[in-house]
DNA sequence: GTGGTCTAGACCACC
DNA sequence: GTGGTCTAGACCACG
């Protein structure tokens, strides 16, 4: 357990996770560059080749382009960086519905026990 | 693999949090007797010792108590059912605003986002 | 789990240790009778088998005798009782002594290490 | 069975105490990593899956941590090792003098045997 | 019948 | 190369 990573689940999918959340936030802005491979294996103290795998990925959602001999870019495709947000809000909405149904709670539950702890940290 | 596994997370762990579930549910009621490994596994398609590990997790956090030659039964002490189901509430509550947040999303934002959801499924 | 056995080892062998401390200790006299193999079976919450696999082996051990239709008894040889008695201390205290040494202790250690348990426990 | 094994016990409990007895009398220093899974396996005529039950149990007790890819480590956390040191040695003290009086032998006696036993192996 | 341990051999992700 | 998971099939102790 190099850094913060979680032993269950691969590590280069943890980091696209994490480079996601970025654009999606937009840390990583629309056309800005992405650290390069060996830059953020040395931050996340992880294998390049991992890192490499990450971005692979990144790029077969088409949320990332890789330029030849210049690095890794957030998509200049506004449209599709909305729509991952979109998408994300939808499914982790969906999936967090879904398990408290699951482990036995009804609507009114869940929306009294988010409301309890969004209160506790203020905001 | 086989039935309805996520191919990224360990089966072990799966069929251990389906049965938490069920625990969590009611549908396992206090002191019932588990599937034996042998059923459980033919059940699901795995094979007994993944179930036997998943089993041995489960009683590792004492959720169930083994009894030599009888079977695997869930503990009778109430008070830990209670707790285990109000620290995974709370848990699964916990991330997904963190996660929520991580992405951009305040407190407003989650509970409409929250609230339309369940909604469009009714309940 | 039923009572206060330990899982890693065989009951009959746990059974076994418990009716020979007795016999060392003098609670159970020589030519007393032993409880029968479904009272001990009902006191400690064991099958009756497996109390009678201890009551074999205690057997085999020359401790005690079994009598037709009568029970089971410690045996009349007071030298054999007393030898055992004697071998257990030197076994205890041997393998103590071993597993101290191998864990990196000398002898010094190991004494001043006992004595201040034996005080703590005040005696 | 093959090599040095206690038939009683499970062997990766047994490789579990090996591994910790050199842990704690130095033998293997912190940080330091231990042999592979498959080597161990074949010092002791072991299946590798045999040992990695063994390091699994190693690590829940945080005396070991892994890094994918790369090995087993002692742990760096040197406070994490005394006091592994220190627990080990009061549990083997404790248990000792509990058997000890189980049997019958008062303070005087078990530290009067036990030096007994000491000077006959020198040291 | 139950769970617990072990083996042999396989595949995977990561480095 | 490393550890992690899984299978198939075996044997054991216990009830």
């Known amino acids: ?3 913060g990573f979680n032993a269950t689940q691969p590590i280069y999918l943890q980091l696209l ?3 996601i959340i970025q654009i999606v936030r937009g840390d990583l802005k629309t056309g800005e560059k992405l650290p390069s491979v ?3 294996g040395a931050q996340f103290k992880v294998n390049p080749n991992t890192v490499q795998r990450a971005y692979a990925e990144l790029e077969r959602l088409a949320v990332v382009e890789t330029r030849r001999g210049l690095g890794t870019f957030v998509t200049e495709d506004k449209a599709c960086l909305n729509q991952l947000r979109e998408q994300l ?3 982790k909405i969906d999936t967090f519905i879904q398990d408290m149904k699951e ?3 009804n609507a009114v539950e869940i929306i009294a026990g988010l409301s309890e702890h969004l209160n506790d940290k203020s905001n």
């Open 1 to 3: 357990m190099t850094d």
């Open 17 to 19: 996770q994490k480079v």
């Open 38 to 40: 060996r830059e953020l």
């Open 89 to 91: 809000k939808h499914e």
């Open 103 to 105: 482990m036995g709670f």
